[in-house]
Nanobody, 120 residues
Framework: QLQLVESGGGLVQPGGSLRLSCVASGFTLDYYAIGWFRQAPGAERARISCISSGGITNYVDSVKGRFTISRDNAKNTVYLQMNSLEPEDTGVYYC??????????????WGQGTQVTVSS
């Protein structure tokens, strides 16, 4: 059964850090891009970062320099290291599998999401 499971969310103070994990099962991660998406309260879900099958990364401007996406194909896992967190980073974070190895194009499988709350 193909599945993506996120973990690592929680409540953190502004300036703090969290590392999100996205564990894939039912398919080999090596051949696919994985994107991280965020849905802030009252907003639409939007992609914030992606890593291609070849390890090329991209980030939305608001998280550049603070977030780092990486992948460990041996563990079938993609990570999102989030530093210097701001209240505006609050939301539900989802990982999703790209339909191809590149970050362009659609996403065909999604995890259930993990909540991140940045608040003092």
């Amino acid at each position: 059964q193909l599945q993506l499971v996120e973990s690592g969310g929680g409540l953190v103070q502004p300036g703090g850090s969290l590392r999100l994990s996205c564990v894939a099962s039912g398919f080999t991660l090596d051949y696919y891009a994985i994107g991280w998406f965020r849905q802030a309260p009252g907003a639409e879900r939007a992609r914030i970062s992606c890593i291609s099958s070849g390890g090329i990364t991209n980030y939305v401007d608001s998280v550049k320099g603070r977030f780092t996406i990486s992948r460990d194909n041996a563990k079938n896992t993609v990570y999102l290291q989030m530093n210097s967190l701001e209240p505006e980073d609050t939301g539900v974070y989802y990982c999703a599998r790209g339909s191809r190895g590149l970050c362009i194009g659609g996403y065909d499988y999604w995890g259930q999401g993990t909540q991140v709350t940045v608040s003092s």
